[in-house]
């Protein structure tokens, strides 16, 4: 690992400061800047830690229902927390599929957004909790939706000094899952991601949300099949057509885990069955 | 590059200690401190040789800045057995003969530890699964696992 700058400032300004200089990174639970670093992929000048400023962990419920999670909080937390599994089962179920236990102890949800990994497990879950993104600098503070979030692979909206400080999520959907494609039960990364979200009033579909990870440049949202939902009632033909919408909303790429027709084809699947599964816990 | 002082706890011990930022946890615990218990296997966070556990909690060593670590309680290997007498998980592994080479002993132990410290109530599909990020290059899993539910059974039963 090539030698750093080591800094633990305890307020989000000095924090804000500190990571907008040149080749400056910022720590959060370090499981992937310090493999970086060590693989000498990242070779920051200075790495500022986030640790010591307060206020960044925690979840919390607020009286009209939404949940606000803190950036430092631990994936493990996210994962565990009740509030997480009941409202928004599709979120703590992503916190659940990364890395191992060892791991997601250390890591964060903050950490594991700001990376931009088209891959990221809790991606698919903020998308269909509909997530606010709180960013704050030393300029003051700013709020992005998780789907503008992301602008490429490993890229954001995020401008120097910006720093992910929470999650916002409004109201959640009665019923949500996830479902990651992998071939080993723990310590893999996804082949494709899908989250699905859904509101039933009366036997029909008031709010549908799809959330894809893996099969394009960024995660998206698949807008189309999630139109096709709404005001329907669930039958076994709409779910298709709206797994193959879902699907046409794709540009996966192959590499050397699975190809891109494989990543399509599963798409289509594991919508259906995501969507089914939610409608079953609304 | 300037060194930071740090105050690492380790099994009850307190070091003062000047070090490099870029030095992880496990380069802290086993070049300076000289607790070479805790091993490294694939230094990427993929195989839990490393892992210790730091406030209560199961982490890879190798993933951790030593800086990060100051003022937080750390239990290595080496502090597990009190007055000369094992850990239960411990002596479970040597019963149950669930080590080969030993290399990924001390990780899957502490592990372990803190699985049954967190709640000794899981089944063996649970403890199974989550004792993926431990791997053992002998595949001696059948008899690691063995050793965590005579553990864990025999916690439950004292507890």
Redesign the interface.
């Known amino acids: 690992m090539k030698s750093f700058e080591f800094f633990e400032p305890t307020t989000l300004a000095e924090a804000s400061n500190l990571f907008a200089k040149e080749h400056a990174q910022l720590l959060a639970g370090g499981t992937d800047l310090v493999i970086g670093m060590k693989a000498y992929t990242e070779t920051p000048a200075s790495v500022v830690s986030l640790e010591k400023i307060p206020g960044l962990t925690g979840i919390t419920v607020d009286n009209d229902n939404s949940i606000t999670i803190g950036a430092m909080t631990k994936v493990r937390e996210v994962e565990l927390s009740n509030d997480i599994r009941q409202h928004h089962t599709a979120l703590a179920e992503g916190a659940s599929e990364i890395g191992s236990i060892q791991i997601r102890n250390l890591a964060t949800i903050g950490g594991n957004i700001a990376h931009a990994s088209p891959a990221a497990d809790t991606v698919a879950g903020l998308l269909v909790a509909d997530a606010q993104v709180n960013i704050a600098s030393a300029n003051g503070e700013r709020s992005v939706p998780i789907n503008e979030l992301f602008t490429g692979p490993g890229q954001t909206v995020l401008k120097p000094g910006e720093i992910i400080t929470q999650f916002r999520l409004p109201n959640p959907a009665s019923g949500s899952h996830y479902i990651k494609h992998k071939i080993r039960e723990v310590m893999d990364l996804a082949f494709i991601g899908v989250a699905s979200a859904v509101d039933v009033q009366n036997g029909v579909i008031e709010e549908a949300r799809i959330g894809l990870a893996a099969v394009a440049p960024t995660p998206i949202r698949a807008t189309e099949a999630e139109d096709l939902l709404k005001g329907k009632r669930p039958t076994p033909e709409l779910l298709q057509q709206a797994g193959e919408a879902a699907a046409a909303a794709t540009s996966p790429i192959s590499d050397l885990r699975c190809s891109a027709e494989h990543r399509k084809e599963m798409v289509d699947v594991l919508t259906r069955r995501t969507l089914q599964n939610a409608l079953d816990r609304a | 590059?300037?060194k930071?002082p740090v105050s690492l706890k380790v099994n009850g011990d307190e070091h003062d200690l000047l070090i490099?930022?870029?030095k992880?946890l496990l380069a802290v615990l086993r070049d300076t401190i000289g607790l070479t218990g805790t091993k490294e296997g694939c230094?990427?966070?993929?195989c839990?040789a490393c892992?210790v556990i730091v406030d209560g909690?199961?982490?890879?060593s190798?993933?951790?800045?030593g800086?990060?670590a100051s003022e937080k309680e750390i239990t290595t290997i080496e502090g597990l057995a009190s007055d000369g007498e094992l850990h239960p998980i411990q002596q479970a592994f040597i019963d149950t003969g669930g080590y080969q080479c030993g290399f990924c002993t001390p990780g899957f132990i502490m592990?372990s530890k803190?699985?049954v410290d967190e709640n000794p109530d899981r089944s063996e599909e649970e403890f199974r699964?989550?004792l993926?990020?431990?791997i053992c290059r002998c595949t001696g899993y059948t008899k690691i696992l063995e050793a965590v539910l005579q553990a864990a059974e025999e916690i439950r039963t004292n507890s």
Request: glycine share 12%; charged share 15%.
């Open positions: 590059m300037a930071h490099e930022p870029r992880t230094s990427t966070g993929d839990g892992t909690k199961a982490v890879t190798c993933m951790v800045l800086v990060t592990a803190a699985l699964f989550a993926g990020g431990n």
